[in-house]
């Protein structure tokens, strides 16, 4: 059931805004660590754990930049444990090589990666800059 809800979601917002230019970055939550994750783990990470694991850091970075609410942010990693999703150890890969997969990604401008965060209000942030530093403070504490 909320397989098939969230599918329904997803299409409506991609229908919504065809050409990406803004409510479809909202898809993007949790995307860009996922991907990096998917990557360097040679795909050995099925896209959902990874991406799992980029919303938990995109929610911490919500939580550090944006004053998204800290309990919010542990309410969806405990989501994410109960539902079993949470099971990459982000000290298997080195920060450097995630920074690198990062940088290479469409949605990173001039070295700035570009995150789907959400903000004190429950609102998403799209496309916001991430410093190196930033990421890295989020990554030692995950």
């Excluded at 969230?6 to 949790?30: P, W």
């Excluded at 996922?34 to 694991?53: D, I, M, R, W, Y």
């Excluded at 090589?97 to 942030?125: G, H, V």
Aim: proline share 4%; aromatic share 8%.
């Amino acid at each position: 059931k909320i397989i098939s809800r969230c599918a329904q979601d997803k299409i409506a917002v991609a229908a919504a805004d065809e050409k990406e230019s803004g409510l479809r970055g909202i898809l993007n939550f949790g995307h860009t660590v996922g991907h990096a994750v998917e990557k360097l783990s040679n795909f050995a990470v099925p896209h959902g754990f990874a991406v799992a694991t980029g919303m938990v850091i995109a929610a911490r970075l919500s939580v550090r930049l944006l004053n998204y609410p800290a309990d919010r942010e542990q309410r969806l990693v405990n989501l994410l444990k109960n539902i079993g999703l949470l099971t990459v150890d982000l000290a298997d890969y080195a920060f450097d090589a995630i920074w690198d997969c990062i940088l290479s990604d469409k949605k990173s401008r001039q070295q700035a990666p570009r995150f789907s965060l959400m903000n004190a209000d429950n609102q998403p942030e799209l496309l916001y800059p991430i410093q190196k530093r930033e990421l890295e403070d989020v990554f030692k504490h995950a």
